[in-house]
């Protein structure tokens, strides 16, 4: 095995085809196509399938090419440090719950690096994904939250596939609504003020269960219940029709505005936030700076914690 031989079906996956692939390094297709063939047998592996409509990366593939990715970054740094030579893309990919303090760190990752040419992915997907995401190497770190409903299941899940959870906060449930909303003058707001406005919660797809919930409480029974996919949506639909979402409280006023506030939720529950990463690997730099930004912008919200 070798790093070219890695350049090449990192470059392949990214390209979606051999031909693509082999404009990109220069080569012709049938040495790529046997260096991947090479490598496949070496490794004992199918990195990637090849079917009528092109390739697919296989589910070991996936697996491959997130090491591949690793070994490539760090050949990079050595040549960045030893060579003088610029590192040409960095790459770093994160996958969260919507959680605004996830966003600003992010920001701060690519600010401190300020590469001429980066490839980094931040993920606000569903609760199922984050895990599968951070398991199959898609994603460095995974952010999600932990209760006493989901806690057991959720944790399982991440010993399952390998995984570590490691703590932020922990942080009473709030409730987010419009700064114009009839509740927005309560210090702090009951289940039984809510009974009359819609519910907003971000579905879950296919994993629709409550232990997937991003919102906490997502058992009880409401009379107003609207589902979405993006924090856009669900923000303009609290401020449209008097609605509200459960959440931990840290609200961002850079990303969200002055018109969404928080308040707390008068009900006796947590909200354990935390990381989530493979168990026997170290960092990457990326990892480390998103890692530190994360802490910083906790601290720096406006939030009532634990």
């Given amino acids: 095995m070798t790093l070219q031989q890695l350049k090449y079906v990192v470059t392949v996956a990214e390209q979606g085809s ?11 297709q049938p040495s790529l196509t046997n260096a991947i063939k090479e490598l496949e047998k070496e490794m004992q592996i199918t990195i990637f399938h090849r079917t009528n409509k092109g390739i697919i990366v296989s589910g070991e593939g996936d697996v491959f090419l997130a090491y591949a990715r ?44 300020d590469a001429d040419q980066y490839d980094f992915t931040l993920r606000e997907t ?58 927005a003058e309560k210090e702090a707001i009951s289940l039984d003020d809510l009974e009359e406005y819609p519910y907003l919660s971000f579905e879950q797809g296919e994993y629709n269960s409550f232990y997937f919930s991003e919102e906490i409480l997502s058992t009880l029974d409401r009379k107003k219940n609207i589902k979405v996919r993006d924090r856009a949506t669900l923000f303009n639909l609290v401020i449209g029709l008097n609605g509200y979402t459960v959440s931990s409280g840290v609200i961002s006023k ?39 930004a994360l802490r910083h912008h906790i601290d720096q919200a406006d939030s009532s914690l634990v």
Avoid: W
């Avoid at 008068?266 to 960092?283: F, R, S, W």
């Fill in 18 to 28: 051999i031909s693509g692939a082999a404009k990109e390094l220069f080569i012709s």
């Fill in 70 to 113: 690793q070994v490539l970054e760090q050949a990079d740094l050595l040549k960045e440090k030893f060579l003088n030579v610029k590192k040409q893309s960095p790459r770093f990919s994160v996958s969260c719950q919507h959680y605004s303090f996830a966003v600003n760190a992010f920001v701060d990752v690519i600010e401190a690096f």
């Fill in 126 to 183: 569903q609760t199922y994904e984050i895990i599968e995401d951070v398991s199959r190497m898609k994603s460095e770190i995974g952010i999600l939250y932990v209760s006493s409903q989901n806690e057991e299941i959720i944790r399982k899940l991440i010993a399952k596939n390998d995984l570590k959870f490691e703590e932020l906060f922990v942080a009473k449930p709030h409730v987010f609504i419009s700064a114009r909303h009839p509740l």
């Fill in 254 to 292: 850079e990303l969200n505005g002055e018109n969404i506030i928080a308040k707390p939720l008068l009900v006796d529950e947590y909200m354990k936030i935390g990381t989530i990463t493979q168990k026997n690997m170290a960092p990457s730099r990326y990892g480390a700076v998103y890692m530190e």
